[in-house]
């Protein structure tokens, strides 16, 4: 009796968050699984006569399970990464090099799209539509500024819009015009939309080109999979991908309440497809958010801007349209994962899955709840109690603090992001980025679990009492991730049996620190044993 | 360097298929997969101190690649396999006496189906409804006879039916009523659609459980795999059974084109799935059959029944709406698998194919045509041109021949099931046995095409010049099926890398008498290097 190795990798420090044995030194691989962890004696026995095929020296790098994101929007944010990227450049005609070269590679016609400029890098001027025609005369041009307020476009993308001296103003919004009363080229607030409507959906080959980009930097990041939101043409972009050999990232592919009726018709059920792309639950949007005070609340907003007293946000969703349509989902097969951001929301999200599970389903399928960003003492006990899967994004909590504490109030902002009180009650915590509303870095994620913190700034704790360990913010990136897609027997943990999904760090992040976190190198990325990202 | 070996197989007589190395006599497989074949000394020079962990002695058994069927409808033939087999019964007791133990392991209320009883076998006495209400007094019956004309029911089916004294007679049907008008439970012709609207469809966890039942039957005839016709019901009771380990026959499933607008709005694409479970292409029904006079053709059908001497048959549907929805199929990233019996419908299909192909598909997608059981001469010549699949049911053949005969008269029928034409044309050719319409048996689909006579049957071949050799057959239910699922680098050979589908018969096929091929025992079946059915 033999056993095929074909990679061995050691001199690492194993943590494998496998309770049957803690820490490793050395692993052994076959066919994209995991078949042995040990001391480097243990597999350098198991090894034996049969010399493995191949050997990793992680030169005393540390070794956690594959890194993955429960929340992402992963073909949305590979198209913006597509775009210019116009943020810290501090010299107006820098910004203009870049369109020039950009226009240079670009057909003639095609939009050219980008985002983060800030005048106040060069002085304040304005920037203006002749400034853009110069260098791209034949190319629509948009480009959003950094805190996306403001559009700057060129003499022909206001063509296209058909944007004049004559036409009107928009409510909530400003066509800025010279002293003609031309338009000058700044769009402001609703005004952006005079353009952004007439840019057209990419295509299916954009998007299978700008996610096949976008992979390397996914792998640069230490992830392995990500759970992604998709309509149907990124859906489509993934398994064209997946067809041509291409997909390197598993992907969870969670459709929106707009697919039920045909996955109903078709008879499709979750979990079709393969280790790399598979169907996951569906996606509903019950409330509004934060930012905007539309998260649905069971006491209104502190300080609503619109100087209601009563604000309480809102559902968009009838409750008695998204009890029916979740029983449709649940009915074919589907968990359910439904966007909640306020305490009444997460209510009605909690109510309505305990009910489906009383009423339709075995047991058999994942139910969860995403954001979860505040809920009742009582109601965060029901997660544990009914195994219903809270999918947070920790880099939510570091950046909407101040949001949270305006809009909630400091004792309603106790209870909020509360990742510490649900993992001691012992609800199924999965964590994610949410990116591109956050970054996709994990480390940022599990940086902003473990410090509630932003990076570089100086204040305590967002309520610090909520603070995780370093272990635990990467269990809920790996474990918690898998568990969240029903996958915890294949992935989330280094242990014989399970896929050979790995990510090593250069530093030991359990001991380094927490500041040192979010900068720490990825050194390597091996998604089923093959490394998709290697830098050591 | 090493090489895991899970299994060697040895002591076979093996046709691979393979033009490399045609014939061997053991093999190494791992992981699923084929990793060397040859001479037993070669095997046993890879194996070397390595020893497998498995051995297999097929005892000389002649081994062919996984039989594959290409067109069945496999749900459908698993929901008639759970119903009574009456076929053959010479005692109208014995029917009775089978019907009572089905009662006994069936819930009550729920309907009881059979077919095959022939009253001709027991002395041509016509049964009753009081016969059945004796057996089975609180479960629906429904009986139908072996030619299908005579449906056979009890009291509570009519019952259930609404079908009492006063029920009006159906158009092209008769109630069969005594002396006193009462129903006596016989319902010929049309009036059986009486009882059959009232029977429900089957649930998902029926027909779940029906395929469940049927696998090992298909795997005892060889088969390792199907491209399988399934609605909605039909697709997800795979799937479930996907998901929970149970599915040991390699499925493609095709769904009809009532999809197209689904698999557009979700942007599914073909190939989404498994190794075990994927989407394969969208189902056409053109035109209808031969035996029904209804196939589109050139020129009139002979000996129309209804005394027409105009009756070309019929499209199912208008040829614009097919190419429309064509077009759509291949825009959304599937292949058309297109029924068509007349050389009128095989036009068509070649037509609208070879336009798409022009118009739409860079080529990627293989685009079928299913039945083809009739083409004109210079029709036939555009298969191997344009890599259109001819998918063909070679049992349909030896059955249909006389049929072909009276209503094609003798010069068309010698131009119809024209396997051998086909394969000199160069013509990719698929083989089936369209089970539930004819035994899914591959092995008399391989007699037919080699012999083009029915079993036992003492006439001459059925134009003999198309006649194939047991290879040629053999080739149509693997390589030439796992081509028409564009799956020919996997399945199909015995080669390094494929799958380890295989099929091992007791006699060498190639050498024995023909007639004995329908007999030949299957004496193992693997898939992916299991054994699925074992009889050694």
């Known amino acids: 009796m033999s056993q095929k190795i074909d990679l061995i990798i050691h001199n690492a420090n194993i943590y494998t968050f496998d309770s049957g044995q803690p820490r490793a030194e050395a692993l052994a691989i076959a066919d994209g699984r995991i078949i042995a962890a040990g001391s480097v004696s243990d597999i350098r026995d198991l090894d034996g006569a049969n010399a493995a095929r191949d050997t990793l020296d992680l030169k005393g790098a540390t070794l956690i399970p594959g890194l993955n994101d429960s929340h992402t929007h992963f073909a949305w944010w590979s198209l913006i990464m597509q775009e210019l990227k116009l943020a810290g450049i501090n010299k107006l005609n820098k910004v203009l090099d870049l369109v020039a070269e950009s226009a240079e590679v670009t057909p003639v016609g095609a939009w050219l799209q980008g985002q983060g400029w800030d005048k106040n890098l060069w002085g304040d001027e304005f920037p203006n539509r002749m400034m853009l025609d110069r260098v791209a005369p034949r190319h629509p041009v948009a480009l959003m500024s950094k805190d996306a307020h403001l559009l700057w476009v060129n003499s022909l993308a206001l063509q296209l819009a058909g944007l004049t001296r004559d ?6 919004g400003e066509i800025t015009r010279d002293a003609q009363g031309e338009p000058t080229g700044i769009l402001k607030e609703n005004a952006m939309s005079l353009v952004h409507r007439v840019i057209p959906e990419p295509t299916i080959e954009q998007v299978e080109a700008a996610i096949e980009m976008a992979l390397p930097e996914a792998h640069r990041t230490g992830l392995t999979a990500v759970h992604s939101i998709e309509d149907a043409i990124g859906f489509a972009a993934f398994q064209n991908l997946r067809a041509q050999g291409k997909l390197s990232l598993r992907t969870a592919v969670l459709l929106g309440n707009w697919a039920i009726p045909h996955l109903q018709a078709l008879g499709l059920r979750q979990g079709f497809g393969d280790e790399m792309l598979w169907l996951a639950q569906i996606k509903f949007f019950l409330d509004g958010t934060l930012g905007s005070q539309t998260a649905a609340m069971f006491e209104p907003f502190d300080n609503s801007p619109d100087h209601r007293h009563d604000n309480c946000g809102m559902f968009r969703m009838d ?11 649940i009915r074919s097969g589907f968990g359910i994962a439904v966007h909640v951001i306020g305490d009444h929301a997460a209510r009605l999200g909690l109510d309505v899955i305990e009910k489906m ?9 994942r139910n969860r709840l995403e954001h979860v960003q505040i809920v009742t003492p009582q109601d965060l006990l029901r997660f544990a109690a009914s195994r219903i899967i809270a999918s947070c994004q920790p880099t939510h909590a570091t950046t909407d603090r ?37 970054s996709i870095d994990p480390r940022k ?28 913010a990467i269990r809920g990136f790996t474990y918690g991730a898998a568990y969240a897609a029903g996958d915890e027997r294949r992935r989330g943990r280094i242990a014989p049996g399970m896929l050979a999904d790995l990510t090593a760090l250069a530093q030991d992040i359990f001991v380094t620190p927490e ?3 979010p900068q720490t190198p990825v050194v390597v990325t091996l998604v089923g044993g093959s490394p998709v990202y290697l830098s050591l």
Chains 1, 2 share one sequence.
């Open 445 to 472: 994620g599990i940086f902003a679990a473990v410090s509630r913190r932003r990076e570089g700034e100086n204040r305590p704790a967002f309520f610090a009492q909520e603070c995780l360990t370093v272990g635990e």
């Open 167 to 172: 036409t009107p103003e928009v409510e909530g």
């Open 357 to 365: 599970q009383r009423e339709e389903d075995s047991g058999r399928l």
């Open 319 to 329: 409750p008695e349209d998204f009890e029916r349509q979740a029983r449709q989902a």
């Open 515 to 517: 500041d040192e976190i």
């Open 402 to 438: 101040d949001v949270a504490e305006r809009y909630w109030g400091y004792e309603r902002a106790a209870r909020s992001y509360q990742y510490r009180a649900l993992l001691y009650s012992g609800a199924p915590v999965a964590f994610g980025s949410d990116v591109p509303v956050e």
